[in-house]
């Protein structure tokens, strides 16, 4: 018996690299999986059924089940394709993980219009749009569900030379947060992953230069998803797991103390707010 036996699961995004790997897992735990990718380079361009075929294979030759989806998570349209694969295969859903993704790295003051667009259309928009179709039928199949999305550290703690990535990518935690929060009657939670891992929308990043596969490769990623999408999980929800190879952690928005003036000695002004800097930030 596997874990997710009877369960349906789509994973966007899914042709390689982490996707691919939560594809392979969630699989071998029984779930049946929708293997969605468009086929197109890091960047977005280009298109093709290759990257999604050959992950369904490797599924199937293993003895588990899962149909390809090529669409784009970017429209509307797209995700409703998304959705439609599943539900006309095996007639339910019951997790979506949220993992599709392009990059157009470019310094802040040199970013077209088009790398910021095509970065929020996929990473934000593509999440809205599977969420948004999935959780509602989530809510009338009545039997709960699991999100899990896809967050960064660069959205979260910013890096240069992802302005539009990091937009994206914060944006996605406070996604995940407000969802976590209005499905919770609906019996599903909203969780997300940040990530780090060495796949081909990474391998030329300083980062990890001299590290090898095998030391942070996307199969740390997986056991994390599985996690969040399985019953063992079903009290979490709202919260986002960091994964950096063998090292798992929680990241959290902290409220400082602070420093409360009495009104009745007026608003704050500058020169205060700065003499008092130390114990309003904390530091």
């Not at 995004?13 to 392979?24: Q, T």
């Not at 290759?50 to 003895?63: F, L, N, P, S």
């Not at 935690?173 to 997300?192: F, M, P």
């Not at 928005?253 to 309003?280: F, H, Y």
Request: aromatic fraction near 8%; charged fraction near 20%.
């Amino acid at each position: 018996m596997g874990m997710f036996d009877g369960k349906v699961a789509i994973i966007t995004g899914s042709g390689s690299g982490i996707g691919r790997s939560h594809a392979l897992a969630f699989a071998k735990e029984g779930a049946k999986v929708v293997v969605n990718d468009l086929g197109g380079d890091r960047a977005g361009g280009g298109r093709g059924s290759e990257a999604a075929d050959r992950v369904v294979m490797e599924i199937k030759t293993a003895g588990g089940d899962a149909v390809a989806n090529y669409e784009t998570v970017a429209t509307r349209e797209g995700a409703e394709s998304i959705l439609w694969t599943a539900l006309s295969k095996y007639g339910r859903v019951d997790i979506l993980v949220n993992n599709a993704g392009v990059l157009r790295d470019r310094s802040f003051l040199n970013m077209t219009d088009a790398d910021w667009e095509i970065v929020q259309n996929v990473h934000l928009k593509g999440t809205f749009y599977c969420s948004q179709l999935v959780g509602r039928f989530l809510k009338v199949q009545g039997k709960g569900g699991r999100i899990i999305n896809t967050t960064s550290v660069s959205g979260l703690l910013g890096n240069f030379g992802q302005a539009n990535y990091s937009a994206a990518k914060a944006a996605i935690y406070g996604l995940t947060r407000t969802l976590a929060i209005e499905l919770a009657k609906a019996n599903v939670t909203v969780n997300a992953i940040a990530p780090v891992a060495l796949t081909r929308m990474t391998e030329d990043l300083a980062m990890f230069k001299g590290v090898s596969a095998e030391q942070i490769g996307p199969q740390f990623i997986s056991p994390a998803v599985l996690f969040l999408a399985s019953d063992l999980a079903a009290d979490i929800t709202g919260q986002v797991i960091g994964v950096h190879g063998p090292k798992l952690f929680v990241y959290r928005v902290e409220q400082t103390q602070g420093v409360e003036k009495d009104p009745k000695k007026g608003l704050w002004s500058p020169s205060e707010i700065r003499e008092a800097w130390g114990r309003i930030s904390g530091s």
